[in-house]
């Protein structure tokens, strides 16, 4: 049985290597010398580059989508929580710049897998941004619409943006979450949640 703690002692390390020298450049022995493993402990657990760089992928995409569910899992109406998704997606990507920037910089290379990581990963989020649009037509907070287009409409454009920020670090966190969420929210007929804060701060 592989231990949790050296799987992550080893993606901690690989991603020190892809950020320094890049998917391309980066190799095993680089990884194994940065846990301070031998090369025989890298390979029982990750028996190709290709599949330390995909699970890496992965734990990143986990941390942001507990981030998520964390922030949904409150006494909140369908609006707020729909409101609170968006936001903790936009924050919890942008907490992974550099992981981003290897993943538009880096990562070509492996062609189809990586592509379909990514269509997975998105495929996840917008999963959750359709279950509460659901949610927000069951309570008749919006009208029914196709929430599957809507969710993956969503779910690209936050893509689109975290990736040119992390490339060019613009616009930065606060513009998008400023302009985003309520053009998305309006999108369905939702009122800007900053506004709804100040209706009933008045």
């Not at 703690?5 to 020298?21: G, K, N, V």
């Not at 936050?158 to 040119?164: D, F, G, R, T």
Request: one cysteine or more; aromatic letters at 8%; a negative charge.
């Amino acid at each position: 049985m592989h231990s949790p703690h050296t799987e992550e002692l080893i993606l901690d390390a690989a991603l020190e290597e892809f950020s320094e020298r890049g998917y391309a450049n980066a190799g095993f022995k680089g990884v194994a010398a940065r846990a301070n493993l031998t090369m025989a402990a890298l390979f029982v657990r990750f028996p190709s580059k290709e599949r330390m760089f995909l699970s890496l992928m992965d734990r990143f995409a986990n941390s942001v989508e507990r981030k998520v569910l964390a922030a949904i899992d409150k006494p909140l109406d369908a609006t707020g929580r729909i409101a609170a998704a968006t936001e903790a997606c936009l924050d919890g990507f942008g907490q992974y710049r550099r992981e981003l920037k290897i993943l538009m910089v880096h990562t070509r290379s492996l062609g189809p897998s990586f592509d379909q990581k990514v269509r997975d990963i998105q495929t996840r989020f917008a999963a959750i941004i359709q279950d509460l649009l659901d949610e927000a037509i069951r309570q008749r907070q919006i009208d029914p619409v196709d929430t599957e287009v809507v969710a993956a409409a969503w779910t690209g454009s936050i893509y689109h943006l975290v990736m040119q920020w992390s490339l060019t670090g613009y616009p930065d966190q606060d513009r998008m979450l400023t302009t985003l969420i309520p053009l998305l929210m309006r999108s369905v007929g939702l009122p800007d949640p900053a506004d709804s804060e100040a209706s009933s701060e008045s």
